[in-house]
């Protein structure tokens, strides 16, 4: 029960560590990577607030071990800011329409978010329902996040014309 | 006060960012699990399996043994060390410490704890634990507690009843008596909270140099640091409480007394910083975070042209094994015991018992969502009775405008509303004419369809004279709320509050208003709270009152700052301060504008040019204010009537439904809502509170519950159990907002954080009932759980 | 009295071994070698809540997401043949699914969440046998077969035979789950399919679920009939007794009413917090009739 050493790119960056393999992902993000900004709901895989794209695609990192992200790519909610630190695209969208409170839910929205503009840019509002279903909010009732979604996405659209 | 409103305003009621945000959306929040310290120890719980057992041994020794362990903890050597925790009524015979000594009273109470060098050693060495139990029968339903002569969840009290009371207010038997009718009904608050998404998680560090306690949680209530005091024997400015930290949801409950107590004691032992993050199942099996659950008996009279007389209602509440400051609420719901309507008397019996289940805090709305739901099912049921429209029943006892200020008969005076208009705005977004419609065809081709209406009250601002009115010995009557603001040498402002935030926006708010008031961009003016040792006093962000009380310190001391401005440049320009004129800082002679002193020149001196300071005045720029609540200080008059809230918010709900009437599901369509909270300091803050606690009302309405089987163990520890709504149970709302300003408040502000709370679980259930009335249906208990429903349309057993 | 398992012990894992299986071969040696303590994790998505929770303590873990050939989705002439380590947005997602085996991709669509049909996969739900799962009650009712290989070679096994009880299933200690294998209906036949569910919630585990395929021939009248109730018994049911009556006639709402009976023999429905088992056999009744209605309608299209 030794522990695995494991390498993966995390937001870009390679990143090699040794953690014993019953070590969820989630808890090597954050204790032993040091990236705070996914975070714990449930530890069962229903809250959806622990979410992270791997390989571009989103998951509850609760759901998976660290050992078997050795060789993937992770991009968290930390990855989707520009490259100076400040808001991206979907981050601003989510200020502007104040898609959040208590912004514990957040990151793990933006997740869902992100990976459903990659694929579909003009989501319509039971799409954005079918992504963000596996998260849950306790404090907006979700119709800001709806908009925030809605709004990043004619953003995009706009900027990519 | 001297009252800013209207377009007046410049950044009050604009659209404008949440400050907070933008750490959030970048993954930069600093959450208590956050926070990390070298050398933290991790603690996990061992709860216990039986909702009432004897505890009649614990053998630590193996899982003290294990590698990486530091401590392990059970109930009895920790009561040894600190004061059972202070509960909010006088119960010495109820004693609640952090683990339980010689006897669990509900299944998941934390038996021992384990501290390690990381959360997964911790789990491992609580297998190791072995405790020999005498499990007992437990109390587990309310009416049985009460009745109950010798079976007692605390037996040194004697009886399981926390609290008893009586109120009567007016003429009741005289207005029973003469109205022409009157009916009798039941209504059931399920079981439920607010069940944040980020649990209660503290972190302790004690200081052998300095001798301080410094605590890092997720903590609401910055108060607790008395409590906390107490319970460990410490003096209370060796406690340093920091509340620089995030707070991921409240809504009331996040008050882990048990948890900090736990986390400072192992701290201070163990010399090194210990966390205690609750994990999912421990905090809703043991976290002592339950809600109201109550049962009321209401008698209710009526003229039969729905004129509504008089109320007899009777509830009882269970508030577990642990009540805290659960019995208040009880009391909170006197401040609008008759609603928005013009109800004549009212006779008020409350009571609370202890059963064996997990402990009930203050929840959103402290006690208000269960009593609005019962005072809606009362019109409704009259309506019903009388064959009248829901509508129509409400317009003929809804407050008149012109009424205003208007005493309701257990003494508050309701500062202002326009109830009429706003339920009318409610109706037109709605489209209530083609709501009609849509329901009736619905009905016509065989679907189960309906329309809620509920026109409720949200209380806001505070004042715990509640307190008083269930044990006169309380004689607490100052409920305040303070700020300080400092201008530095560059000009730059800082405002400094004394509690954390956990999602209401209060620095978008501070710095909202203190750019109002002092006419600078409230996105220059930076917020910081204090920790709990440079805080001035608060009586932290509960009661809907942040916006009325925080505004109203943050508006004061912003006063105190421009006089101070005001009194240099009338120094230095030698001119009466009535001469002189305020402008974004700048300060002139009204009839010569070009002298003038700028800001800059006034930080100047209040810095650095002590010869140029008017004779008497201390150097430096800044300000505090201590605001008391409006119409707080008063005790009650010899008929208990007394002003609680100073201010009452509004809301007229309409959603509509329709039932499944094969599954008993419910699907809520469509959803309209108009509400008035008086000025709106940030309108997407005040939607995102109101759209929220609606969402949270539809759960407590249809979906959650902790539940509890016949034999005290409880069912609900998990996310997929217990049941908060998902984007897909919640349907696209449309709001209005209205503005009635209240006449008390800085900026004519009202309380908005219990939002859509406090209305939505009424609105709801109106509309199942509708949707169930053609059948001669209805259902009393919430949440409505779709096989309840369906048992009651299909007749079989539930 | 020695301590109990108490409700909310755990949400970190037990120790354990691991390693990243390379061939099935490798996988069966370890299963065998392992001796009932090893477990093999696929997407995860219901062992890592159970391992989290200490509910499963193996000591070793087994993964098999890295062998390429465990994943993939092959339609031959009479069978459709999924890997077992497929994943379930993948079947979703996939056009051949969707065209021939369409009650498998309307049941996975009631899965979860995007972010769980990422990772779980087809045969990892299977393998976990719960009865109020979608995709076993689907497969069942498309009389599938399951593939496990162990050590000492591979067997089919029908999922009429293979789920046992709640989270129990013929598959030894010492097998893998390999694929799923679909039977196809030749083309001359009209088949409708459905799905229908009662949850609280959207995505999560089904209340009561029912699922049928129907096949209707040249004149109209019923040439085969599946149906099956999930959520209302230890494993999910088929409805023999009610296809036998529906079989060779012309299926209509009261041919249907009439036969619902046969389900209340067939199932036995427990009480929970969620719903009381009357509740269960009265909704089992209704999402029967309402699926058998919608596959009828969709075989006469
Ligand atoms: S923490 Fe992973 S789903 Fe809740
Ligand atoms: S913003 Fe608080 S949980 Fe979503």
New binding site residues.
């Given amino acids: 029960m030794s522990k695995r050493e494991i390498t993966l790119s995390i937001n870009g960056k390679t990143h090699t560590g040794a953690i014993e393999p019953r070590v969820s992902l989630?808890d090597f993000l954050r204790d032993e990577v040091g990236l705070t900004g996914t975070?714990?709901?449930?530890?069962?895989?229903?809250?959806?607030?622990?979410?992270i794209l791997l390989d571009d695609v989103p998951i509850?990192?609760?759901?998976m071990l660290a050992v078997q992200a050795d060789g993937h790519a992770v991009t968290t909610v930390e990855g989707l800011s520009n490259q100076d630190g400040s808001p991206g695209a979907l981050q601003d969208a989510f200020q502007d329409a104040h898609g959040m409170q208590c912004g514990y839910c957040t990151p793990g929205m933006l997740i869902s978010a992100q990976a459903l503009l990659a694929d579909n840019p003009d989501p319509s509002v039971d799409e954005i329902k079918d992504a963000i279903g596996g998260n849950l909010c306790r404090c907006t009732g979700y119709v800001q996040i709806i908009e925030s979604i809605q709004l990043a996405a004619s953003r995009l659209r706009e900027a990519g014309q | 006060m001297n009252q800013k409103t209207g377009d007046n305003l410049r950044y009050v009621a604009h659209k404008r960012r949440v400050r907070e945000d933008r750490r959030f959306v970048t993954g930069k929040g600093k959450f208590v699990q956050d926070v990390a310290l070298p050398e933290t120890k991790h603690a996990a719980v061992l709860p216990s399996p039986y909702p009432r057992a004897r505890i009649l041994a614990i053998d630590t020794t193996a899982a003290e043994a294990l590698e990486g362990v530091a401590m392990v903890l059970t109930g009895q050597q920790m009561a040894a060390d600190c004061n059972p925790i202070r509960l909010g009524l006088k119960l010495p015979e109820v004693k609640w410490y952090p683990l339980a000594v010689e006897m669990a009273r509900y299944a998941g109470e934390w038996v021992a704890i384990v501290v390690a060098d990381n959360a997964y050693i911790a789990e491992d060495a609580l297998e190791l634990i072995q405790v020999d139990y005498e499990p007992l029968a437990p109390i587990i339903d309310p009416e049985q507690a009460f009745a109950e002569t010798d079976l007692f969840v605390h037996p040194g009290h004697g009886s399981n009843v926390l609290y008893h009371g009586n109120f009567l207010w007016g003429d009741v038997d005289g207005d029973f008596a003469t109205a022409d009718d009157s009916l009798t009904f039941r209504a059931r608050w399920g079981r439920s909270s607010t069940v944040p998404i980020e649990t209660f998680g503290a972190l302790a560090r004690w200081d052998e140099g300095t001798e301080i306690l410094d605590i890092w949680a997720s903590i609401q209530m910055p108060n607790f640091v008395e409590l906390l005091a107490n319970t460990l024997g410490y003096p209370l400015n060796s406690i340093r409480l920091h509340q620089d930290v995030d707070v991921g949801g409240s809504y009331g409950v996040k008050r882990g007394i048990k948890q900090s107590v736990l986390v400072g004691y192992l701290s201070r032992k163990l010399r090194v910083p210990v966390r205690l993050i609750e994990d999912?199942l421990v905090n809703m099996a043991g976290g002592d975070a339950h809600g109201p659950d109550r049962i009321f008996d209401t008698d209710v009279a009526f003229n039969s042209d729905g004129i509504i007389k008089s109320l007899k209602i009777r509830a009882l509440d269970d508030a577990g094994a642990y009540p805290g400051r659960a019995p208040f609420q009880l009391a909170k719901p006197i401040s609008a015991i008759v609603g928005p309507y013009t109800i004549n008397s009212v006779k008020y019996e409350a009571i609370s018992v202890a059963t064996n289940k997990t402990g009930q805090v203050p929840v959103r709305g402290f006690g208000q969502a269960p009593t609005n739901y019962m005072i809606e099912m009362a019109v409704d049921t009259v309506a019903r009775h009388l064959n009248l429209d829901r509508l129509e029943i409400r317009r003929r006892n809804l407050i008149p405008s012109d009424a205003f200020p208007y005493q309701i008969p257990s003494g508050s005076n309701y500062d202002s509303g326009d109830y009429h208009t706003v339920l009318q705005k409610g109706l037109d977004l709605a489209r209530y004419d083609e709501l009609l419609q849509r329901r009736d065809r619905a009905r016509a081709e065989g679907r189960l369809a309906g329309i809620g209406i509920a026109t409720c009250l949200e209380p806001g601002g505070g004042n715990n004279i509640f307190e008083y009115l269930m044990d006169p010995t309380a004689e607490i009557t100052t409920f305040m709320e303070a700020c300080e603001v400092k201008v530095d040498p560059q000009g730059k402002i800082t405002g400094m509050m004394g509690t954390t935030t956990s999602g209401q926006g209060h620095e978008t708010l501070f710095a909202t208003i203190l750019g109002e008031e002092l006419e600078f961009d409230p996105d220059l003016i930076r917020i910081v709270h204090a920790d709990s040792l440079s805080a001035l006093p608060t009586r932290s962000p509960v009661a809907s009152r942040m916006a009325i009380m925080l505004g109203g310190a943050a508006t004061g001391a912003a006063g105190k700052i421009k006089d101070r401005a005001m009194a240099i440049a009338a120094f230095n320009l030698d001119l009466p301060v009535e001469d002189l004129e305020y402008s974004g800082g700048t300060i002139s002679d009204r009839n010569d504008p070009s002298r003038k002193l700028t800001w800059a020149e006034i930080c100047f001196i209040a810095y650095r040019a002590y010869h140029k300071l008017p004779p008497g005045m201390e150097p430096g720029f800044h300000a505090q204010y201590v605001f008391q609540v409006p119409g707080g200080g008063q005790l009650p008059d010899a008929q208990n009537r007394v002003q609680i809230y100073p201010c009452f918010s509004f809301q007229a709900h309409v959603p509509y439904v329709e039932i499944d009437p094969g599954t008993g599901k419910v699907s809520v369509l469509d959803y309209a809502i108009a509400h008035d909270c008086g000025t709106v300091i940030n309108p997407d803050i005040v939607r995102g509170m109101v759209i929220g606690g609606l969402a949270h009302g539809i759960g407590a309405a249809l979906y959650e519950k902790f539940s509890y089987d016949g034999e005290g163990q409880f069912l609900s520890a998990t996310?997929a159990d217990y049941l908060m709504p998902s984007v897909h149970e919640i349907p696209d709302v449309k709001d209005v907002e209205h503005c009635t300003p209240s006449p008390l408040t800085s900026h004519g502000q009202k309380g908005s954080g219990e939002g859509g709370y406090l209305g939505a679980p009424a609105a709801i259930a109106s509309a199942v009932n509708d949707a169930l009335h053609p059948l001669g249906l209805s259902i009393t208990e919430l949440p409505m759980r779709m096989s309840e429903i369906e048992a009651l349309i299909n007749n079989g057993p539930g | 009295m020695a301590r109990e398992d108490a409700t909310g012990v755990s949400v970190k894992a037990a120790k354990f071994d691991y390693i990243l299986a390379e061939s099935v071969e490798e996988v069966v040696a370890t299963l065998d070698r392992g001796d009932g303590e090893a477990i093999v994790i696929a997407g995860g998505q219901s062992l890592m809540p159970m391992l989290a929770m200490r509910l499963a303590t193996p000591a070793m873990v087994i993964d098999i997401n890295n062998i390429a050939h465990l994943s993939g989705i092959d339609v031959r002439a009479d069978e459709a043949v999924i890997m077992a380590c497929t994943r379930q947005a993948t079947a979703l997602a996939s056009p051949q699914v969707q065209a021939r085996l369409p009650l498998l991709a309307k049941a996975i669509s009631y899965v979860g969440h995007q972010q769980t049909r990422n990772r779980g996969t087809v045969g990892g739900s299977l393998s976990h046998a719960d009865p109020a799962s979608e995709i076993p009650l689907a497969a069942l009712t498309m009389d599938a077969r399951v593939s496990l290989a162990s050590a000492s070679g591979t067997r089919q096994v029908a999922l009429a035979d293979f789920f046992l009880g709640p989270m129990m299933s013929a598959r030894a200690d010492n097998e893998i789950l390999l694929s799923v294998h679909f039977p196809l209906g030749s083309n001359d036949t009209r088949m409708g399919t459905a799905f229908h569910e009662v949850s609280e919630r959207k995505g999560d585990f089904a209340v009561v679920a029912a699922a049928a395929q129907i096949q209707l021939d040249a004149n109209g009248l019923c040439s085969k009939a599946a149906l099956a109730i999930g959520g209302v018994d230890g494993v999910p049911r088929r409805i023999t007794g009610l296809e036998a009556r529906l079989l060779g006639s012309r299926i209509d709402q009261d041919k249907i009413r009439a036969a619902l009976p046969e389900i209340a023999n067939a199932i036995t429905p427990g009480d929970d917090q969620h719903a009381s088992a009357a509740y269960r056999r009265r909704v089992a009744g209704v999402l029967a009739e309402r699926a058998l209605l919608e596959a009828v309608a969709e075989a006469e299209q």
């Fill in positions: 989630l975070h714990v709901g449930c530890e069962h895989g229903v809250c959806g607030a622990c979410s509850r990192s609760c759901l | 999912r996310f």
